[in-house]
């Protein structure tokens, strides 16, 4: 496979997209000792625009600078990233919490989405989307899960998972809660794409950060979790904290 030029491709149709909306990428890191995760948050509205991503200890939320709040906080504030024992999870709203939960209790990551469905913000009825590595876990190297409408309509769910049972060195997949823009926005389509990912976690962060539409993106992590060790580090761009 010519793997140079699917991701080329790739990657452009990720540039040209105006609004992926919220974006989740998990993958290895080229010299393969480090999965890769990243995050990012894009928004239309000045709420959504109104945000950064903050550390609280190993875990990372979504904050309102000042403390001023406006929208949906169920929607707008959450923890993208927690972690339990080996398994580190990633998502794009508060199912960080119930994959937490269930884990913490013995269950499995397609288990606690079952309890979920999509955002309840019509028009859109976003997308949740959701990742999770498994350090300890020699069958599956991570996972990548989207929950969302049928063709839009609220009165049906379905749930779709992607697991992925080694990681490949220098490779991620990609998946987004939009197919782009629009009014209501359009859902997700297909599987995760395959994009690049670096050794440097930097890299990887500010890579992704240019890539993504200047007027639309609010912020993003990067977060590299060694394979040996378990020991994560983190990369945190906030555009408010850049202008």
């Not at 972690?83 to 606690?112: C, M, R």
Request: net charge negative; hydrophobic share 35%.
């Amino acid at each position: 496979m010519d793997w140079e030029k699917t991701l080329e491709a790739n990657i452009d149709r990720l540039r040209g997209n105006e609004y992926p909306g919220r974006g989740i990428i998990i993958g290895l890191s080229p010299d393969g000792k480090n999965f890769i995760q990243v995050y990012w948050l894009m928004g239309r509205s000045a709420a959504s625009r109104n945000r950064i991503l903050v550390p609280e200890g190993e875990f990372v939320k979504t904050a309102v600078p000042g403390g001023e709040q406006a929208g949906d906080p169920s929607l707008l504030l959450y923890y993208p990233v927690k972690h339990w024992d080996e398994s580190h999870i990633v998502s794009n709203g508060d199912q960080t919490d119930t994959i937490y939960s269930a884990l913490q209790k013995g269950a499995g990551f397609a288990e606690a989405l079952a309890t979920r469905t999509f955002e309840p913000d019509p028009p859109h009825y976003t997308p949740r989307i959701s990742g999770l590595v498994e350090l300890n876990n020699a069958e599956c190297a991570y996972r990548l899960a989207i929950v969302k409408t049928v063709e839009g309509s609220p009165e049906s769910c379905t749930r779709q998972y992607f697991y992925y049972e080694k990681g490949i060195p220098g490779i991620g997949h990609c998946i987004h809660t939009y197919a782009g823009n629009g009014n209501p926005l359009p859902s997700f389509q297909g599987e995760p794409f395959t994009v690049k990912v670096f050794d440097d976690l930097r890299t990887t962060a500010r890579y992704y950060w240019e890539l993504l539409h200047e007027e639309n993106k609010v912020a993003l992590l990067a977060k590299a979790i060694n394979r040996r060790t378990g020991e994560s580090r983190l990369e945190i761009i906030n555009k408010k904290e850049e202008q």
